[in-house]
């Protein structure tokens, strides 16, 4: 299982990174393996400034549809466009061309509440 020490991790399998005020969404590896083939992506909350926890999206794979969770509050200024023609980047690269949304971070001190890679691998080999 493909876990980057780098990324912060949420609950429900969302991966964080960040770049300065910006952060960089999508789903583990461990949380596309669970899906399996992705054929569509729907995020229609660009522009719009969510809280965490809040639904920014779905995302569909051959056997089910999952809802996208923000792991921490803020604006979402983009979504990665390539996954309109292309889901299954997701499966093939979860953590680099996969990422599914940018944010501009809100409130920073929500990244104290997020998993790191030890803590998240624990979580689900548990």
Known sequence: MN??????Y???????????EFAFVGITDFAQKELGDIVFIEVDSVDETLSKEETFGTIEAVKTVSDLFMPIG?????????????PETINSDPYDKGWIIKLKVANEAELKDLYDAREYGEMINS
């Open 3 to 8: 876990i980057p020490e780098n990324l912060l």
């Open 10 to 20: 949420t609950k429900d399998h969302e991966w964080v990174r960040i770049e300065g």
């Open 74 to 86: 803020g604006l979402i200024i983009e979504f990665n466009e390539e996954l309109e023609s292309a």
